[in-house]
């Protein structure tokens, strides 16, 4: 008894110092799955006010030297979303829609384009996927609260785990949750590109009468109706598996583009989007011949874009990511012609 006595001690304070030295990592641990739990919830918040709160407003949208205002008015009925966004600079534009049918007028031609809504994502409906989606490839950090367009927010940043991807830094309204602010920024903290209410008011009245009324009255407009069609990229021949975590696939479209000799046949452009939740790649295949293009690579503020030739074709591959990411992506493009 007297010789176990001290080893069970020995064994105890062991036992204790391991305690006490897991402890703070320990808290850390629980510390993170807070955060990651309030970021995750809070980045659901700014989908859902994006698609169900009545709000009105002007925002402002920066990419590069290039900066563009515009009104909003978007209201959530019983008879689905409807949504007024015009521009207040440069050349006169409308934009009118319900739920997914969007009708674009352009005064200055008379010209009205009809077609469905693609992007789901347009400010202030930033987030295309879940919290818990976009977290898997961006650390989040709540930095407290602030103040956008005389409204109080909530600041979160989220960090890319690789180099694949920008910062992203936004401003949810404290209420609703709306996304009063957005900012893109670089490795060492430059904006590239942001969007952000100068006035909103969240929980107006739905007034979609309006709206509802421009759609209709397209009457002595010329009406366009772009031809889009799904198409299988994949059945065609084409392998685009880049290895980067986060991103896949979300939609595959081919666009008949006019070619510039009037008597020849439209030219197919197909287009493979993905997407991380936050950030988006467009892949873009065109055909070289009769297509004039030059290989090179470019950006404006936070979008980036590459065109390379490969075989017959030419690749187009754009995005808010670094030049590299698209590098990656144009590298893993494969093409193995279908019997």
Known sequence: MGAAAPRQWAAWLLFAAAMFSLSPQAARADSDAGARQQAGALLDRIQDAARHENYEGVFVFQHGNFVQSSRIAHYFTHDGEFESVESLDGQPRKLLRHDDDLYTFVPDRH????????NKDSFPALISESGAQVLSVYDPKMLGADRVAGLDAQVIELDPKDAFRFTYKLWAEAKSGLLLRVQTLD??????????????????????????????????????????SPVDMQAQGWRMAPDIPGFHPIRELRRL????????????????????????????VEPAEGNSRKEGAGSTGATHVLVTRYRDYWITVLGEVPQATLQRFASAIEYKATK
């Not at 010209?111 to 809504?117: H, Y």
């Not at 006035?199 to 209709?216: D, E, L, N, S, T």
């Not at 070619?259 to 991380?276: G, K, W």
Request: hydrophobic share 45%; with cysteine; glycine share 8%.
């Open 111 to 118: 010209l009205c384009v009809v077609e469905k809504r693609l």
């Open 257 to 284: 583009m006019a070619a510039r000799d009037p008597q020849a046949a439209p030219i197919p452009v197909d287009q493979a989007v993905f997407s991380d939740g936050l950030s988006t790649i467009s892949v873009f």
């Open 187 to 228: 490795t060492s903290g430059q904006v590239l590109a942001q969007a952000a209410f100068t006035q909103v008011r969240v929980g107006v009245p739905p007034q979609k009468a309006g709206i509802a009324a421009g759609i209709r009255g397209t009457h002595g407009w010329t009406l366009v109706r772009p031809p889009v």
